[in-house]
């Protein structure tokens, strides 16, 4: 073991010998004890911190009465309303923080205030989210640790606490369906049955410690992070232009926002699919989709004959690996016309 990490260690340990926060609550029995019992697994522990450096206090005096004075600077349990700014007396601080993780972000705070959380906050209203409410108390995690409540799998677990709450999200006139519908989503999916980490989850589109709701004029932009061609297609679009001057949320109006469900050639259709919602059939708009989804339907259809004539002729004995090639190929070229659907120009598709 490194010098180092042995002294930090020792240092560590020597710092717990003291703590007799932990001794009496550990000794106590319900809500005083869970406080301690929870610490055991906080990753402030772990990097050596203890009970005083957020609640104040001596944690190396035996008496109650001392180690919690206030002039020892005891604050008890904190405020809803000052927790931000107490976390902040660490995590803002890059000389601290940096010894932990040279890349460690420290505009936590600064992102907070400029979000609907932070505001509502900051204009008295304690119902809103604030740090314990999205990474816990005393049993904090690491933001990658599989058990933190804000790791993709968990984070919509975690936003639904405040967002599934019908009763409270009416407050702000705001629907409480988000979460069930993302977990109806292609998003969700890709996250949960594949294992795609990298697939978008709350934080993704809305921000973590600015968090706000993507307005009209950003929602393609969000969605561009990810869905890069699509955007510079839609962009380039007579669509752009439309919705600009309708104030329509970009992507929204044809995949829609949390229950967005995989896309299928279907969609062109004017009966049962996105684009009757606003076309009306025989016009040229409409003929122009007619257009587009009859070519990536012959498409797809030539590519299963094609795939049926292959597995009968490799059955047969005969060598098709050429033709594999020239399957793939074409199926590369299904994809990319399914992207440039978003131009809604048939030369383009």
């Not at 999916?189 to 004029?217: F, W």
């Not at 098709?320 to 383009?348: G, M, P, Y």
Request: with cysteine; net charge negative; proline share 5%.
């Amino acid at each position: 073991m490194r010098p180092i990490i042995a002294l930090l260690l020792l240092a560590a340990a020597a710092a717990w010998a003291q703590d007799t926060c932990l001794e009496c609550h550990e000794a106590l029995e319900g809500d005083l004890q869970a406080p301690a019992k929870a610490f055991a697994d906080d990753i402030h522990r772990e990097r050596g911190f203890g009970c005083a450096d957020c609640h104040g206090g001596d944690p190396t005096a035996m008496d109650p009465e001392e180690a919690m004075s206030p002039a020892k600077g005891f604050r008890g349990a904190i405020r809803r309303r000052r927790i931000p700014e107490l976390c902040a007396r660490c995590h803002s601080n890059p000389d601290l923080m940096h010894r932990y993780d040279p890349q460690q972000r420290v505009d936590q705070l600064a992102q907070y205030r400029t979000s609907v959380h932070g505001k509502r906050l900051a204009a008295g209203d304690e119902n809103v989210a604030t740090c314990v409410d999205c990474h816990s108390v005393h049993d904090i995690r690491k933001v990658k640790d599989p058990l933190s409540p804000v790791y993709p799998l968990r984070i919509v677990v975690t936003c639904a606490r405040c967002h599934a709450d019908e009763k409270l999200m009416a407050k702000y006139n705001l629907w409480a369906t988000q979460p069930e519908d993302y977990k109806a989503s292609v998003h969700w999916k890709a996250l949960a049955e594949r294992g795609d980490l990298s697939a978008p989850s709350c934080a993704s589109c809305h921000g973590n410690h600015g968090a706000t709701p993507p307005q009209v004029s950003s929602v393609a932009a969000v969605c561009g992070l990810c869905h890069v061609l699509q955007e510079q297609f839609f962009d380039k679009s007579p669509h752009y232009e439309a919705f600009t001057e309708l104030g329509l949320s970009g992507c929204v109006v044809c995949h829609g926002n949390h229950r967005i469900e995989h896309p299928t050639d279907k969609m062109l259709s004017i009966e049962g699919g996105v684009c009757g919602k606003c076309h009306e059939a025989g016009t040229p708009a409409a003929e122009i989709a007619g257009r587009i989804q009859g070519l990536l339907q012959r498409l797809s259809g030539e590519m299963e004959r094609a795939r049926a004539i292959l597995d009968e002729a490799r059955t047969a004995g005969i060598e098709v690996s050429e033709a594999e090639i020239q399957l793939v190929q074409a199926r590369d070229n299904l994809l990319k016309a399914r992207v440039t659907v978003h131009s809604f120009d048939v030369e383009a598709v």
